[in-house]
C-alpha cells in the first residue's frame, strides 16, 4: 500500500508545501546566481527516470555560462568552471531545490536512487541487476547518505538495490533525516568524484608503502 499509493500522496503533499514555503528562497538564489554570472537561473539535464524513460531534471545553474555542455567528471579541473555562488549552492545541496517540481509532476519521488545521467551506460547497467531502474528517481537516497560522490559505480548500484528491497515508510524516514545531516556535515560532496573514496584509500596505501 506504502509503495503504491502513500508514497506518491507524501511525495505531492511535502513537494507542494515545499514549493511555495522556498518560494523565497528561490528568489534570493536566483537574483544571487545572475549577480554572480549573469545568464540562465536554472539548469536542465536529461536523466533516466522509473524505467529508464527519459524526463529533465531542474537546478539552479552552478556553473559558468561558457561551460562545455559535457557532464562534470567529464570536465578537465571543474572547479574552475563553477561559480563563486554555484560553489555554495553544491556545498549545501541547494542547488537542488527545483526538483521539488519535478517531484510534485510526478517525475520524481523526494526518496529514490539519484537519477542517472541519460549516458552513463555503466550506472544504469549496474542498477538494471538490481531493479533499481524499475522505480522513480529520488532528490536524495540510501547511496547520497552512505558515500554520494565518494562512491564506485558499482558501489552505488548495490545501495540502490538495497533501497528498493527495503522502501518503505519507516525506511524512507531513515534516509530522509540522513540526509539532512550529511548535508549539514557537507558529506561526500566530491566536485566529479565518483569513486573518490576508493582513490583516496589507495593513495593513501601508496603513501603507507612509500614510507
Sequence with gaps: MYKHFFKRFIDIVLSFIGGIVLLPVF?????AIVIDDPGPVFFRQKRVGKNKKLFWLHKFRSMKVKTPD?????LENPEQYITRVGKFLRKTSLDELPQVYDILFGKMSIIGPRPALWNQDDLIAERDKYGANDIKPGLTGWAQINGRDELEIPVKAKLDGEYVEKMSFGFDCKCFFGTITSVLKHDGVVEGGTGEMKREAEEKEKEATEK
Excluded at 27 to 31: P, S
Excluded at 70 to 74: D, F, K, Y
Design 27 to 31: 528568489l534570493i538564489i536566483a537574483i
Design 70 to 74: 559535457i557532464p562534470t567528471h567529464l
